[in-house]
């Protein structure tokens, strides 16, 4: 007897969900952000969503986990070792400007 997973197979994209539903948080906050909003962000639907992952809370604490986990990576790659550390630094401020002037209608912080 096998134990094979019943159901139909995942057909989402994890990150591309999280990134969606980042943009939406940041952009809505948590309180204003509906689950009908996320389901549509995503192109999920709700109880796909809650499969995938849980609540709302869930969601947005993996959304966060994922926008923390590449800061710390970008940081580590910059912060390397490899050049002078005012080199370094000076990437950092760079990048971070970069990142949050992308838009300046809608700055990020």
Not at 15 to 26: G, N, P, T, V
Not at 27 to 46: C, E, P, V, Y
Not at 49 to 75: N, T
């Amino acid at each position: 007897m096998t134990n094979a997973k019943r159901g139909r197979p995942v057909q989402y994209d994890r990150e591309q969900a999280l990134q969606r539903a980042s943009d939406l948080f940041w952009s809505a906050g948590f309180a204003a952000t509906s689950l009908d909003d996320l389901s549509a962000a995503t192109q999920m639907t709700r109880p796909s969503l809650a499969g995938a992952f849980g609540d709302k809370e869930a969601l947005y604490l993996a959304a966060l986990e994922r926008y923390r986990d590449a800061g710390v990576d970008a940081l580590r790659e910059t912060l390397s070792g490899k050049l002078p550390l005012r080199t370094e630094l000076a990437e950092v401020l760079r990048k971070s400007t970069d990142v949050y002037m992308a838009n300046t209608a809608h700055t990020r912080g």
